[in-house]
């Protein structure tokens, strides 16, 4: 059989083989409260039926108003079901067998004509600019390693989105340094804050590469303003940095006219070694409210970064299966206009009932005009006003109102007893019964204060 | 000028490879039946186009699974809702089952230990972010699948160093080869963090012996590392005898339930034996629950979709389709082998012996002017653009001898196959060597049979097999 090989007895044999500092660090953040809610909720949720006195999740930001068009849409197209024998479609082998990190031509047009028609034609979309990943979550990530290096830092406003921790930092090694923002101007990005930011880094020998937004901002559910915009272009020009501006809620801005792509500023612009230096990010997740079609894309001004991130996107390819499924629908003229419309009165109509029934309560969010959930501020309701008071109420919120909501501390923001309530992903009657048992807590509190 | 990462300058992507060139030379001129006959044939690309016959007439007497409906209702929103990085566990049971099947049913696959990836690219990435950090090592035995040199140490920063096999042995892993590889990492101040095989091999076309498996876990063992089984082609075993994955191994040598069984993971993927490489269903099987944790957070970077998840699950999850599937895929792939290596014959041209995947390991040694990697490319050069035929060089899955050349067989018809040898015969005929070659290839072929015979024998009376197993 072969001589055995000798064992030694180095320490080596003690000692478990370690992993990776990557695999047993806790940078993908789900020991957060942001995670213990879903937990609780996941042990015990609600049902209108079954289970009505359960945790009702407000935290997961989910587009479920509008899934009724999308499934009429398909089944028109479809009705015999197969997917791969309707009118001009490609057979199942050709599809099964395509892995080309290009994509399916056709889809990147139809994802190029979507993103189009969501800003109203303000600006045009080149199909070879998009590079398509399995969501906005590996859009994201791959950026990052294409723009910075390990111990590299990008500037990112708060609060924002608890995943940018794992996703921008996790596995690349990249810091986030945040730029301060607070309620003082609606949280809107200022040029003071930015350069502190800037300096925070330096003074720590930080090499900074990129501001990194989310437009319309989550967890804010408001647009950045145009002007905003423009001032965080200079910066970038000015400090020669990139500007990747994540915009996976623009097709959930309730006005269309009042969401500025960076894409429509950069329209206007020749001078290549500024477009060069902005990329955007889109998803079908929130949008379309198909998170688990895993449809994400960069789409980048700078030819580099557009070759390098199709490469790399062979980590994280679009089942084919997936593209050619959505590929007509989102080309089709006539149907995405009709959905974009239709789902952004809807998603309109539900923040509005939402903010006008917590107003009721003297409760005040942040004017918002987007996305799925509103920006709640419950100050007033702290013990103290420090993230273990916010955190104190959060449980309160979780544990007695049976409500599963974000903390602002868990989205880094700098004051505390914001929270963020999402209001897509459930029927309008639980929000309805939501709002109730926040009415049911506010005036047993009224009541016992007025004692 | 702001700049980029490093992993933009480097050529961690790997595309500057011979390999990726001659997929561009294809794309620029392919050839077609009608339409281009003259085009070149892609016999570069490892994709497994027998059966998609039997996928269809499923699919045609399945018409749910594809349209996303259960018993005729439409679950188009569970669907589109589902991004639970756990994945779909119907889904997972059925992977776990047919992993299970193409091993005989020899050892379970707990569907908790599977965690999803798109691709086998993406699983072998997360794996090495969790195993090895920047400038670590891990050690792939020659000739390996290109591919490795960007999905193991692109964005990871690990390092490959080499297990040199050579043609003395049919290029078996042997004790002393990874005795060396490990010392070599030692000199370039690399700690070792693993070995990494893939079993059946990519490029060679063979599964690895018990004696190999054996070795390779007392080597972990004793090194106090890793094992990744890249087990991608388990499914395409089509020689007389029966895939042996280290799963096997590890049960026969009663390691379950020890550290070592710990260090061992198996990678799979549903690209190769069911050709559905656009769909990117991959699969890390790992015994050690932090990397299942792990690896499960970081397969957010790299989901299946939830569309393909249903569809697969109830594919694999029909034991009359996946038992059908199999024996059908193996038999198709043996003839179409056994088709390329007699045409080969017909040439004066040899291969390695091989018994699985979708490529054979060509001998073109005597077909080089001089013994050196030049005259590979040279070769390669010729082939690629006199012949038309695209074929991958040795020299880009890093072989350490000149002349070999990994050829592909299952990604088109048996006409296209027919036609590129044809082409290969009068190309070789009609150069210098080639004229001496057939005169003398009698002969020649004589002593080769020998000694293909003999590296036969040898892998035979290596491994454990009791002649009457199946």
Same mark, same amino acid.
């Given at each position: 059989?072969?001589?055995?090989?000798?064992?030694?007895?180095?320490?080596?044999?003690?000692?478990?083989?370690?992993?990776?500092?990557?695999?047993?660090?806790?940078?993908?953040?789900?020991?957060?409260?942001?995670?213990?809610?879903?937990?609780?909720?996941?042990?015990?949720?609600?049902?209108?039926?079954?289970?009505?006195?359960?945790?009702?999740?407000?935290?997961?930001?989910?587009?479920?108003?509008?899934?009724?068009?999308?499934?009429?849409?398909?089944?028109?197209?479809?009705?015999?079901?197969?997917?791969?024998?309707?009118?001009?479609?490609?057979?199942?082998?050709?599809?099964?067998?395509?892995?080309?990190?290009?994509?399916?031509?056709?889809?990147?047009?139809?994802?190029?004509?979507?993103?189009?028609?969501?800003?109203?034609?303000?600006?045009?979309?080149?199909?070879?600019?998009?590079?398509?990943?399995?969501?906005?979550?590996?859009?994201?990530?791959?950026?990052?390693?294409?723009?910075?290096?390990?111990?590299?830092?990008?500037?990112?406003?708060?609060?924002?989105?608890?995943?940018?921790?794992?996703?921008?930092?996790?596995?690349?090694?990249?810091?986030?340094?945040?730029?301060?923002?607070?309620?003082?101007?609606?949280?809107?990005?200022?040029?003071?804050?930015?350069?502190?930011?800037?300096?925070?880094?330096?003074?720590?020998?930080?090499?900074?590469?990129?501001?990194?937004?989310?437009?319309?901002?989550?967890?804010?559910?408001?647009?950045?303003?145009?002007?905003?915009?423009?001032?965080?272009?200079?910066?970038?020009?000015?400090?020669?940095?990139?500007?990747?501006?994540?915009?996976? =809620? #623009?097709? @959930?801005?309730?006005?269309?006219?009042?969401?500025?792509? /960076?894409?429509? $500023?950069?329209?206007?612009? &020749?001078? %290549?070694?500024?477009?060069?230096?902005?990329?955007?990010? =889109? #998803?079908? @997740?929130?949008?379309?409210?198909?998170?688990?079609?895993? /449809?994400?894309? $960069?789409?980048?001004?700078? &030819?580099? %970064?557009?070759?390098?991130?199709?490469?790399?996107?062979?980590?994280?390819?679009?089942?084919?299966?997936?593209?050619?499924?959505?590929?007509?629908?989102?080309?089709?003229?006539?149907?995405?206009?009709?959905?974009?419309?239709?789902?952004?009165?809807?998603?309109?109509?539900?923040?509005?009932?939402?903010?006008?029934?917590?107003?009721?309560?003297?409760?005040?969010?942040?004017?918002?005009?987007?996305?799925?959930?509103?920006?709640?501020?419950?100050?007033?309701?702290?013990?103290?006003?420090?993230?273990?008071?916010?955190?104190?109420?959060?449980?309160?919120?979780?544990?007695?109102?049976?409500?599963?909501?974000?903390?602002?501390?868990?989205?880094?923001?700098?004051?505390?007893?914001?929270?963020?309530?999402?209001?897509?992903?459930?029927?309008?009657?639980?929000?309805?019964?939501?709002?109730?048992?926040?009415?049911?807590?506010?005036?047993?509190?009224?009541?016992?204060?007025?004692? | 000028?702001?700049?980029?990462?490093?992993?933009?300058?480097?050529?961690?992507?790997?595309?500057?490879?011979?390999?990726?060139?001659?997929?561009?030379?294809?794309?620029?001129?392919?050839?077609?039946?009608?339409?281009?006959?003259?085009?070149?044939?892609?016999?570069?690309?490892?994709?497994?186009?027998?059966?998609?016959?039997?996928?269809?007439?499923?699919?045609?007497?399945?018409?749910?699974?594809?349209?996303?409906?259960?018993?005729?209702?439409?679950?188009?929103?569970?669907?589109?809702?589902?991004?639970?990085?756990?994945?779909?566990?119907?889904?997972?049971?059925?992977?776990?089952?047919?992993?299970?099947?193409?091993?005989?049913?020899?050892?379970?696959?707990?569907?908790?230990?599977?965690?999803?990836?798109?691709?086998?690219?993406?699983?072998?990435?997360?794996?090495?972010?969790?195993?090895?950090?920047?400038?670590?090592?891990?050690?792939?035995?020659?000739?390996?699948?290109?591919?490795?040199?960007?999905?193991?140490?692109?964005?990871?920063?690990?390092?490959?160093?080499?297990?040199?096999?050579?043609?003395?042995?049919?290029?078996?892993?042997?004790?002393?080869?990874?005795?060396?590889?490990?010392?070599?990492?030692?000199?370039?101040?690399?700690?070792?963090?693993?070995?990494?095989?893939?079993?059946?091999?990519?490029?060679?076309?063979?599964?690895?012996?018990?004696?190999?498996?054996?070795?390779?876990?007392?080597?972990?063992?004793?090194?106090?590392?890793?094992?990744?089984?890249?087990?991608?082609?388990?499914?395409?075993?089509?020689?007389?005898?029966?895939?042996?994955?280290?799963?096997?191994?590890?049960?026969?040598?009663?390691?379950?339930?020890?550290?070592?069984?710990?260090?061992?993971?198996?990678?799979?993927?549903?690209?190769?034996?069911?050709?559905?490489?656009?769909?990117?269903?991959?699969?890390?099987?790992?015994?050690?629950?932090?990397?299942?944790?792990?690896?499960?957070?970081?397969?957010?970077?790299?989901?299946?979709?939830?569309?393909?998840?249903?569809?697969?699950?109830?594919?694999?999850?029909?034991?009359?389709?996946?038992?059908?599937?199999?024996?059908?895929?193996?038999?198709?792939?043996?003839?179409?082998?056994?088709?390329?290596?007699?045409?080969?014959?017909?040439?004066?041209?040899?291969?390695?012996?091989?018994?699985?995947?979708?490529?054979?390991?060509?001998?073109?040694?005597?077909?080089?002017?001089?013994?050196?990697?030049?005259?590979?490319?040279?070769?390669?050069?010729?082939?690629?653009?006199?012949?038309?035929?695209?074929?991958?060089?040795?020299?880009?899955?890093?072989?350490?001898?000149?002349?070999?050349?990994?050829?592909?067989?299952?990604?088109?018809?048996?006409?296209?196959?027919?036609?590129?040898?044809?082409?290969?015969?009068?190309?070789?005929?009609?150069?210098?060597?080639?004229?001496?070659?057939?005169?003398?290839?009698?002969?020649?072929?004589?002593?080769?049979?020998?000694?293909?015979?003999?590296?036969?024998?040898?892998?035979?009376?290596?491994?454990?097999?009791?002649?009457?197993?199946?």
């Amino acid at each position: 059989m072969g001589l055995p090989l000798m064992i030694n007895n180095d320490d080596n044999n003690n000692n478990k083989v370690e992993l990776s500092r990557v695999a047993v660090s806790d940078t993908h953040g789900e020991d957060s409260p942001y995670f213990a809610g879903w937990k609780a909720y996941d042990e015990n949720p609600y049902d209108e039926s079954h289970n009505p006195s359960g945790v009702i999740q407000m935290g997961l930001a989910e587009n479920q108003v509008s899934f009724d068009l999308l499934e009429s849409y398909l089944e028109k197209k479809n009705p015999e079901g197969s997917l791969w024998e309707s009118k001009g479609s490609r057979g199942f082998r050709e599809n099964a067998l395509f892995q080309d990190y290009h994509g399916l031509k056709n889809f990147r047009q139809a994802m190029a004509s979507f993103m189009e028609k969501i800003r109203g034609g303000k600006a045009r979309f080149d199909p070879d600019r998009i590079v398509l990943t399995a969501g906005a979550t590996a859009a994201n990530e791959l950026l990052t390693f294409i723009l910075a290096n390990p111990n590299d830092a990008l500037l990112v406003p708060t609060p924002y989105y608890p995943g940018f921790d794992r996703d921008l930092r996790w596995r690349t090694g990249v810091r986030i340094v945040p730029i301060h923002c607070d309620s003082s101007n609606h949280f809107q990005i200022t040029p003071e804050a930015l350069e502190a930011a800037y300096k925070t880094a330096r003074d720590a020998n930080i090499r900074v590469r990129g501001v990194l937004i989310t437009n319309p901002s989550n967890p804010l559910g408001a647009t950045v303003q145009k002007k905003v915009l423009e001032d965080l272009l200079d910066f970038c020009v000015r400090k020669n940095i990139h500007l990747v501006s994540d915009e996976i =809620y #623009s097709g @959930s801005v309730f006005h269309a006219s009042e969401f500025t792509s /960076v894409a429509e $500023i950069v329209e206007n612009i &020749d001078d %290549v070694s500024v477009k060069e230096r902005v990329h955007i990010v =889109y #998803s079908l @997740s929130k949008d379309l409210g198909l998170p688990g079609f895993r /449809v994400g894309t $960069i789409y980048s001004y700078n &030819d580099n %970064v557009v070759r390098t991130a199709r490469r790399m996107s062979s980590f994280t390819l679009v089942s084919s299966q997936t593209q050619h499924m959505l590929a007509s629908m989102l080309s089709d003229e006539e149907f995405t206009e009709k959905y974009i419309r239709i789902n952004r009165e809807r998603l309109r109509r539900r923040y509005e009932t939402i903010v006008e029934g917590l107003k009721k309560e003297g409760v005040e969010c942040l004017k918002g005009n987007a996305g799925l959930f509103c920006w709640m501020n419950l100050g007033f309701l702290l013990n103290t006003n420090t993230k273990e008071g916010e955190l104190e109420l959060w449980d309160v919120i979780l544990k007695e109102l049976k409500l599963n909501i974000s903390p602002g501390s868990s989205c880094h923001c700098s004051e505390f007893g914001w929270f963020r309530v999402c209001f897509a992903n459930m029927s309008e009657k639980t929000l309805k019964i939501a709002l109730k048992r926040i009415h049911e807590f506010m005036d047993r509190r009224r009541k016992v204060l007025n004692c | 000028m702001k700049q980029l990462s490093t992993k933009v300058t480097s050529n961690g992507h790997g595309q500057d490879s011979s390999y990726f060139l001659g997929w561009e030379e294809y794309e620029k001129n392919p050839y077609d039946e009608i339409k281009n006959p003259n085009g070149m044939i892609q016999m570069g690309l490892a994709e497994n186009q027998l059966c998609f016959d039997l996928i269809e007439s499923w699919l045609a007497k399945n018409p749910d699974a594809a349209s996303l409906k259960r018993n005729g209702q439409s679950i188009f929103k569970e669907l589109a809702l589902f991004q639970d990085y756990h994945g779909m566990p119907e889904f997972k049971k059925a992977m776990a089952e047919f992993m299970e099947e193409i091993r005989g049913n020899r050892v379970t696959f707990n569907p908790k230990k599977i965690v999803l990836a798109a691709g086998s690219t993406s699983a072998n990435e997360t794996l090495m972010f969790c195993l090895a950090e920047p400038g670590d090592a891990f050690l792939l035995p020659t000739p390996y699948y290109p591919g490795f040199d960007r999905d193991l140490k692109w964005r990871t920063g690990a390092e490959i160093v080499p297990i040199h096999c050579s043609s003395s042995n049919g290029f078996q892993i042997t004790e002393s080869a990874l005795q060396q590889a490990y010392q070599q990492a030692h000199k370039l101040g690399l700690k070792v963090k693993g070995v990494l095989v893939t079993n059946p091999s990519n490029p060679l076309g063979t599964a690895l012996t018990r004696r190999e498996l054996n070795l390779l876990v007392d080597f972990i063992t004793s090194k106090n590392i890793h094992l990744i089984s890249d087990e991608i082609y388990s499914g395409t075993m089509f020689g007389f005898e029966q895939f042996i994955s280290v799963m096997d191994v590890l049960k026969d040598k009663k390691l379950e339930n020890t550290d070592v069984t710990k260090r061992v993971h198996v990678v799979y993927s549903l690209s190769k034996d069911l050709g559905l490489p656009g769909f990117r269903v991959g699969a890390i099987y790992s015994n050690d629950d932090m990397i299942v944790s792990a690896a499960t957070k970081m397969s957010s970077f790299g989901l299946v979709s939830s569309q393909t998840q249903y569809l697969l699950s109830a594919l694999l999850s029909d034991k009359k389709f996946t038992s059908q599937y199999l024996e059908e895929n193996q038999k198709r792939l043996k003839s179409r082998q056994k088709r390329l290596v007699s045409g080969l014959e017909s040439a004066g041209i040899t291969c390695l012996r091989s018994n699985a995947g979708l490529f054979c390991w060509v001998d073109m040694r005597h077909l080089l002017d001089t013994n050196t990697f030049e005259a590979e490319l040279d070769l390669w050069k010729k082939i690629v653009y006199n012949v038309k035929l695209n074929i991958s060089p040795g020299s880009s899955c890093h072989c350490t001898e000149p002349g070999w050349f990994r050829v592909c067989f299952a990604n088109m018809s048996e006409d296209t196959l027919d036609l590129a040898l044809k082409r290969l015969k009068t190309f070789v005929e009609s150069t210098d060597c080639g004229r001496m070659i057939s005169r003398s290839s009698h002969e020649r072929l004589k002593s080769l049979r020998k000694k293909t015979v003999s590296n036969w024998v040898f892998r035979v009376s290596w491994s454990d097999r009791v002649p009457d197993e199946r």
